[in-house]
């Protein structure tokens, strides 16, 4: 499979049957994390514990991409953690937030590092605008994510946002692939990648919003009653 070029979706989690079950369905091209999340989804057992977790994600949906975020505002060891993510396995993506959090600049210094001297695919994570996915595109990134949902709940529209980011890019030749995360409603997935996001990150929860629709749970009973009509008592519906 060539991964160079994939888009769609990606799952926004960190729990392996999640992972598990959605890719067997052949749905996701890809996954990404964050510390929160991770915390969240109950990793545990410090680096080690960590390592152990991001390995067995890795491994389950190779060769599809895995954003790991670096945990560290120090350059140092950003660099330092980038390189050992990378040795967990061939498909990995380093997450570096825009910039730190009192705003210091360093950070898209080691973006333009990690990918033009390490050969590490960078994803720029926590931007809220365009202009800043714009420079993280210039320094070098793979990828650049914009926080759709937070951009929405500042009163900003990310709709707007990334069609003015997709224009940008384009009007510069750039290779970078946005990704928008932070999804909030499953309406937001289609309209983004109408807006022209090229991957969207999605929680499971609204994977499963997205396919299960009353109606066709309605049609579906409909068919398997009037099928066990048909061909007798063999056939039983599953509720
Ligand atoms: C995307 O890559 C991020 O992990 C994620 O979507 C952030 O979402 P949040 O705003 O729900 O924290």
């Not at 389950?60 to 790991?68: A, E, G, Q, T």
Request: aromatic share 6%; charged share 20%.
């Amino acid at each position: 499979m060539n991964i160079g070029n994939l888009t769609g979706i990606f799952l926004d989690t960190g729990k392996l049957d999640e992972i598990q079950k959605y890719h067997t369905l052949g749905i996701v091209r890809g996954v990404t994390t964050n510390p929160t999340i991770l915390v969240k989804d109950g990793v545990g057992g410090g680096w080690s514990g960590i390592e152990k977790h991001c390995r067995e994600i890795l491994q389950l949906i190779d060769p599809l991409p895995v954003s790991l975020e670096v945990i560290s505002n120090d350059p140092r060891e950003m660099i330092e953690q980038a390189q050992m993510f990378a040795g967990w396995g061939k498909n990995v993506n380093v997450k570096i937030p825009i910039h730190g959090p009192e705003g210091g600049t360093e950070n898209l210094r080691i973006v333009h590092e990690l990918e033009a001297s390490h050969d590490i695919r960078v994803n720029v994570t926590a931007m809220m605008s365009a202009q800043q996915c714009l420079l993280a595109a210039m320094a070098g990134a793979t990828y650049v994510s914009l926080f759709g949902g937070r951009v929405n709940n500042m009163g900003y529209d990310s709709v707007g946002e990334i069609r003015r980011l997709r224009q940008l890019l384009d009007s510069f030749g750039s290779s970078a692939k946005i990704i928008v995360g932070s999804t909030r409603e499953v309406l937001n997935i289609i309209q983004w990648f109408e807006a022209g996001a090229d991957i969207v990150t999605a929680l499971p929860e609204l994977l499963e919003g997205m396919l299960v629709h009353p109606y066709s749970k309605e049609t579906v009973q409909m068919f398997l009653r009037d099928g066990a009509r048909l061909s007798g008592p063999r056939l039983r519906m599953k509720t």
